[in-house]
C-alpha cells in the first residue's frame, strides 16, 4: 500500500510563493508518474502538472505556467510543487497522485491516478 502524505500548504498572500512536498513511502516511486490536482471550493477536482517517471517530461494547466514548477527527486520518493506569484484563484485543497501510465495521459484522466494523497490547503488572500 502506498502512503503518500503532503505539506506545505498555508495562508499566503497574492503574490506571494509556496512550495508544496508530497513524500510516499510504501512503493518505488520512480516507476510511476506523479502529479498535483487541485480542488477549489464548489469545483471539482482539476489538473495542475504531472511530471514523468525520469522527470524529463512536464505538463501544466495552462494558468498556472510560468508560475508553478513540478519536480521529483526520486531518491526520496518525494515529488514538489514550487508555486509562485500566488492568485486568489489559485485557492484550493491542492492533492499529489501517482500513476502508472503516461504523465500526459494524465492530464485530461488524472481520476484515474492510482495512489492519491489526502490534500493540503493552499489559500491565497487579495
Known amino acids: 500500500q502506498v502512503q503518500m502524505v503532503e505539506s506545505g500548504g498555508g495562508l499566503v498572500q497574492a503574490g506571494d510563493s509556496l512550495r508544496l512536498s508530497c513524500a510516499a513511502s510504501?512503493?518505488?516511486?520512480?516507476?510511476?508518474?506523479m502529479g498535483w490536482f487541485r480542488q477549489a471550493p464548489g469545483k471539482e477536482r482539476d489538473f495542475v502538472a504531472t511530471?514523468?517517471?525520469?522527470?524529463?517530461?512536464?505538463y501544466y494547466k495552462d494558468s498556472v505556467k510560468g508560475r508553478f514548477t513540478i519536480s521529483r527527486d526520486n531518491s526520496k520518493n518525494t515529488v514538489y510543487l514550487q508555486m509562485n506569484s500566488l492568485k486568489p484563484e489559485d485557492t484550493a485543497v491542492y492533492y499529489c497522485?501517482?500513476?502508472?501510465?503516461?504523465?500526459?495521459?494524465?492530464?485530461?484522466?488524472?481520476?484515474?491516478?492510482?495512489?492519491w494523497g489526502k490534500g493540503t490547503l493552499v489559500t491565497v488572500s487579495s
Open positions: 497522485a501517482a500513476g502508472t501510465l503516461g504523465a500526459d495521459f494524465y492530464r485530461d484522466y488524472g481520476n484515474h491516478m492510482d495512489y
Open positions: 511530471i514523468s517517471m525520469s522527470g524529463f517530461s512536464t
Open positions: 510504501g512503493r518505488d516511486l520512480s516507476r510511476y508518474a
